[in-house]
């Protein structure tokens, strides 16, 4: 049972991204009572630049980086989405995050917003590794709301993988965070 809510989870997250994506926005404002691009903006401080957005969708975060000054590059893997942020957004790429097209220590961060089960992929991590610059970071905000994040499997997979992992405490509005900054440890 769980693996046929999990495949149906991930067909319509598909969707969403592909056909659907001209919708995105307006679901992802009823999901989270108008708050989605709100908590993201919150992980902002955490970040360093250069930064390298995972699944960059319509382009909100990328938006108010560059508001506030700070070098990013946004890549998702749906072109649909990245025609929807190309009105808020100019340094996008169409690039799957297994294979992420950037030589390697390039970027201070990585940061991925509510990203889809892609974060959890094995090569997804070696990627983000490979162009991260010596003492960089991956940030990840996973949810908003009640989650024990030490014991969440992508906290898990990164200690098992041999990162470091911090959970810091960001509150919006009386809704927790789950974020984590994961840090690859040195050879």
């Known amino acids: 049972m ?6 149906l989870f991930q067909w ?6 592909a056909e659907f994506a001209p919708l995105y ?10 708050h989605w691009y709100l908590w993201g903006e919150r992980i902002i401080p955490l970040l360093m630049p250069p930064i390298l957005e995972l ?15 700070l070098t990013a590059i946004g890549i998702d893997r749906s072109w649909r989405m990245l025609s929807r942020a190309r009105h808020r957004a100019t340094t996008l790429v ?17 940061v991925a917003i509510f990203p889809a089960p892609y974060i959890m992929d094995t090569a997804t991590l070696a ?6 610059q010596p003492g960089g970071q991956l ?3 996973l949810a908003a709301g009640p989650l024990n994040m030490a014991q969440h499997p992508l906290t898990q997979q990164l200690v098992a993988l041999g990162w470091q992992v911090q959970i810091p ?7 927790r965070l789950c974020v984590l900054v994961a840090r690859p440890y040195a050879a």
């Open 2 to 7: 769980r693996n046929n809510v999990r495949r």
């Open 55 to 69: 699944g960059c969708g319509t382009g909100h975060l990328q938006h108010t980086l560059a508001q506030c000054g």
């Open 94 to 110: 169409c690039a799957d995050s297994r294979a992420i097209p950037c030589g390697a220590a390039t970027f201070a961060s990585v």
């Open 139 to 141: 940030v990840i905000l």
């Open 25 to 34: 926005d307006i679901v992802a404002t009823l999901v989270s009572r108008g």
């Open 127 to 132: 990627a983000v590794a490979h162009v991260l």
């Open 12 to 17: 319509m997250l598909a969707r969403l991204y």
């Open 169 to 175: 405490d960001i509150v919006y509005q009386r809704t």
